[in-house]
């Protein structure tokens, strides 16, 4: 999965805060992410 460095700054909050842009193309971070994007997405009303 793909996310912007905006938006995986958003999802991260003090998880990976500092965290460099490169860390986005690990696949444990990126994963992570992604799936607590996912999950976010999920929870919001239609």
Partial sequence: MQLMPATAGWIAGERYRGA?????FEPAVNLSL???YIEMLLAQPD
Avoid: D, S, T, V
């Avoid at 460099?20 to 986005?24: D, I, N, Q, Y």
């Fill in 20 to 24: 460099k842009r490169a860390e986005l």
């Fill in 34 to 36: 992604g799936q607590r």
